[in-house]
């Protein structure tokens, strides 16, 4: 069901049509850079029928020479809860997400890069409607913005792309975009309920009034969690409009607010987990350890054609967060306002047999954190005096180019260069002991991208690339000083990393489609997570080292009967250290924490009839290492979930009843493990789950 190898091979009468269809005369915006505006018009079924614009211009997927692949609404409208990342990409290989709490909380990596964080996403960039969810850092906390039944489309780039968004993509980037202003039904709510106390709710709206587009949404989540004290609720809602000046000028405002709470149940050790897996660590509950996160956003981007070969794109947005987290050794109140804007020109000349596509721009970010800790003195009681008080400035610099080359005879390239320079200044208000940990923390780095293809025909397509990455500390990793409460941790670099990549796409017949990559990755100074005997509840961070990762990435699709469809992505990894001293000694060879060398997921989609749709799918891991000394494991396990479907049309209103289970046979398994000293590093997964949901749609 994934677009992109849908567009790959096979044709599908019951396809949805685009909502502007192919006929349509092309306004001047349009046509300036087509790839990018005209998506939707394109031929649905071969390698050129989808067109990317996850690499900073639009592009047919035949000619991007990257692993990408695009989850489309019909994929997304098959999760179970809509509520985590998870859901939404569990079938991009290549990528893994640990789920800690079976709620929001999530971890992500893509191939191994940020897998050793200790929640949210770190060298990931993570773009909503084109607004920025990192802050200059390249840090993205846990996806709190997003209201997944209000995302339409996902691209996700895999490998190495600080060349196009700076250190916070180093390893790939998330390109997320809500339901189209003025498009689709003009009214839709939902209601989910299952298993352990989980509800959600959603009411979209969207339409035209002047001429003008608008898209609103409401959602709202809520749940026990599968273990003690891992209660969650999150509201979420965003507002976006299509606004058209002029033939030329396209605008997009968006307004956006998220609340959010959840309870946190931190990692078992071996005897907690043998004793009562569904308990909290008794840290979490003596502290009352738990999250709250309430961020307002506002954004304007648009794009301006200046000729039919010219196109500016910008925006500028601004994040203004208040924060509050309550850990066994103090709590932490944090205010931060985040500012930034980007600016791209981009211009089509050729030259000869050669056609450019040029593009050149800067980002540009800024945050202003004020933050402070009080003790806690249990339950999440504050002690009068303050351990830390202190304000953080940070601004976040990018400029790049780009060229997007047509070669003739079907061969295809990009080359991307950039520069980028993140400066953090702390002041210490406090001075406690009269000691001021006032400091800076600067990181800049050029890096480069150069990517071929060739494709002679619109089902095979042949790509290779190579790129380098520049994971500069974030915010979390930098405000953790293992020399006081409060200052930097001084001792960071930023990691570094270079690959190379191979890669195919092909459709084979009208009936099996697939997309391959290979990749080889080393990095140098890696990021890895420690503890100290004086503050033993904190968790810090340091250079751990270097690493060599070789993986294989697949998704494969097969239709042998019409009403039968087979999916299946999986990922072979082997990411070892290559040079490490650590608390363990030397680790070179060692398998790094927390990455399975097998990952398979599998779809089984069977129409019924009109309207009734069955699915049975599987997730499979193999085991992996808890911590850098390859002396404890978790056993590898595969989970069975189920599906049921059923579209009802009611005169002037489209009805959907969904039943889905989750973990059917009730395997018990390890969702996430923390590669901690201490043993407190296992976060058991949830047992058999059951979801039905109801989804009402005014056309």
Same mark, same amino acid.
């Given at each position: ?33 087509? #790839? ?134 180093? #390893? ?58 891992? #209660? ?261 670099? #930023? ?205």
């Amino acid at each position: 069901m994934y677009t992109l190898l849908l567009c790959c091979c096979l044709s599908c009468p019951g396809t949805s049509q685009p909502t502007i269809q192919a006929d349509t005369p092309a306004t001047p915006a349009q046509k300036a850079v087509p #790839a990018r505006a005209r998506s939707d018009t394109l031929p649905r079924f071969d390698l050129m029928g989808i067109v990317v614009t996850v690499a900073r211009t639009g592009i047919p997927l035949r000619e991007n020479p990257a692993a990408t692949t695009v989850v489309g609404g019909a994929d997304l409208r098959t999760m179970p809860r809509a509520l985590a990342v998870d859901e939404a990409v569990r079938l991009v290989p290549g990528v893994k997400v640990d789920n800690q709490a079976d709620g929001e909380r999530v971890h992500m990596s893509i191939r191994g890069q940020g897998i050793l964080s200790e929640r949210g996403l770190r060298g990931i960039k993570v773009l909503q409607d084109g607004i920025p969810l990192n802050d200059p850092t390249g840090f993205a906390p846990d996806l709190y913005d997003v209201d997944w039944s209000n995302i339409d489309r996902i691209e996700v780039l895999r490998g190495p792309g600080a060349a196009l968004y700076g250190g916070g993509s180093t #390893a790939g980037v998330l390109n997320l975009m809500t339901t189209p202003a003025g498009a689709g039904p003009s009214m839709a709510a939902e209601a989910r309920t299952g298993s352990h106390g989980f509800q959600k709710y959603g009411l979209r709206s969207s339409g035209r009034v002047g001429g003008a587009g608008y898209q609103l949404s409401f959602g709202r989540a809520l749940g026990d969690g599968y273990r003690e004290h891992t #209660a969650f609720t999150a509201t979420n809602l965003y507002a976006k409009g299509d606004v058209r000046p002029s033939e030329r000028l396209q605008l997009t405002p968006v307004v956006a607010w998220t609340g959010f709470f959840n309870e946190n149940a931190e990692g078992l050790n071996l005897a907690w987990l043998a004793e009562d897996r569904r308990q909290a660590n008794p840290d979490a509950v003596v502290y009352n350890e738990f999250q709250r996160t309430k961020r307002f956003t506002a954004g304007l981007s648009g794009r301006y054609a200046a000729g039919d070969a010219t196109a500016v794109d910008f925006n500028a947005y601004l994040h203004d967060t208040r924060y509050l987290e309550p850990v066994p050794s103090s709590v932490q109140h944090r205010s931060l306002v985040g500012p930034g804007a980007t600016l791209q020109l981009t211009h089509r000349l050729g030259t000869g047999g050669v056609a450019h596509t040029l593009g050149a721009g800067t980002d540009v970010q800024w945050q202003a954190i004020d933050e402070y800790r009080r003790a806690n003195l249990g339950l999440a009681r504050e002690g009068a005096a303050r351990l830390s008080d202190e304000t953080i400035r940070q601004a976040g610099l990018g400029v790049f180019l780009l060229d997007r080359l047509d070669l003739g005879g079907g061969w295809g390239g990009m080359v991307n260069v950039r520069y980028d320079r993140i400066t953090n200044r702390l002041t210490d208000h406090l001075r406690s002991g009269g000691v001021d940990l006032s400091g800076a923390a600067d990181f800049d780095r050029a890096t480069a991208r150069l990517g071929l293809t060739y494709s002679r025909s619109p089902r095979l397509s042949l790509y290779a690339n190579w790129g380098q990455g520049f994971l500069p500390p974030a915010t979390e990793e930098l405000g953790n000083n293992p020399a006081a409460p409060g200052g930097f941790n001084g001792a960071l670099t #930023a990691a570094l990393s270079r690959g190379e990549e191979l890669g195919a796409r092909a459709a084979i017949g009208r009936s099996l489609a697939f997309d391959l990559a290979l990749f080889h990755l080393e990095t140098r100074g890696d990021f890895d997570r420690y503890r100290i005997a004086a503050r033993p509840l904190e968790t810090f961070y340091r250079n751990g080292g270097n690493s060599r990762r070789l993986g294989a990435e697949l998704f494969a699709r097969w239709q042998p009967l019409a009403p039968v469809t087979v999916e299946g992505a999986y990922t072979g990894s082997r990411f070892l250290y290559r040079s490490s001293t650590s608390a363990y000694g030397d680790i070179t060879g060692k398998w790094l924490p927390n990455s399975p060398a097998h990952q398979l997921m599998t779809n089984l989609t069977l129409d019924v009839r009109p309207g009734l749709s069955l699915g049975a799918g599987s997730d499979s891991y193999s085991r992996w290492y808890v911590d850098a000394s390859n002396l404890t494991s978790v056993n590898g396990y595969t989970l069975w979930n189920a599906r049921a479907t059923w579209r009802i049309p009611l005169p002037g209103l489209d009805c959907e009843l969904s039943v889905q289970g989750r973990n059917l046979t009730g395997v018990r398994y390890i969702a996430f493990t923390e590669p901690d000293p201490d043993g407190n590093s296992y976060q058991p997964g949830p047992e058999r789950e059951l979801f039905t949901g109801l989804r009402l749609i005014l056309p």
